[in-house]
Structures are given as C-alpha cells and as structure tokens.
Nanobody
Framework: QVQLVESGGGLVQPGGSLRLSCAAS????????VGWYRQAPGKQREYVGS???????DYVDSVKGRFTFSIDYGKRMVYLDMTSLKPEDTAVYHC??????????????WGQGTQVTVSS
C-alpha cells in the first residue's frame, strides 16, 4: 500500500508562503485521493482538504483561496502550496491516502507530519 511522507515545513512570517510536499513510497497511480490534515497544539487533528487523482480539489473554508493542492505524477509527489499564512495556520501538517476516494476516511497509519509555524 502506498505511504506518504511529509516534508517542507518551517517557520514563516504572517503573510508568507510555504510549500509542503508528500513523497509517495509506491505507485502514485494507485491513489484515488490524498487528504491533508493538520493538528495544532492542544487540538484534535482537523481536515484541511483533499485532491483526487484527477486533480479535483476540496478545501475547507478557512484555507480557500490561500492553499492549493497539486499532484506531480512524474515525481510521485503531492504538494500543498500555502500563501497568506496566518498564525492560526500553525500546526503539524499531515497528508494521507484516501483509499476509497474523497469523502472517505484516510488510512489508519499516519506519518510524523511536518511542522508549520507562522509567527513574527
């Protein structure tokens, strides 16, 4: 089963941009959709959005217009481009396979995620 490993987090000032990456361990072509999630300190993990294998995205309202998902099949990578970052975007970000597609739960296993900190 394909696993995804996140990278690209860091410290960024409010209003800044950051690109997160998820590297697929196996054939990315077998993935129906990829979900993005984040967990802020002291809070439960929350759904940020997802993208289907065909490139159709879904975003929660709080990130619409600021976050963009994409898939690069040649590089076996899934990306989350974040702009106009806000302090409330600070969290550990995870990507995960949605084996049944959009609207269905992700895999039970989670990677370590990548920390995004938005602060001046």
């Amino acid at each position: 089963q394909v696993q995804l490993v996140e990278s690209g987090g860091g410290l960024v000032q409010p209003g800044g941009s950051l690109r997160l990456s998820c590297a697929a361990s196996g054939s990315i072509y077998s993935i129906k959709a990829v979900g993005w999630y984040r967990q802020a300190p002291g809070k439960q993990r929350e759904y940020v959005g997802s993208i289907t294998s065909g490139g159709s995205p879904d975003y929660v309202d709080s990130v619409k217009g600021r976050f963009t998902f994409s898939i690069d099949y040649g590089k076996r990578m899934v990306y989350l481009d974040m702009t106009s970052l806000k302090p409330e975007d600070t969290a550990v970000y995870h990507c995960n396979v949605l084996p049944r597609g959009l609207g269905y739960p992700p895999l039970d296993s989670w990677g370590q995620g990548t920390q995004v900190t938005v602060s001046s």
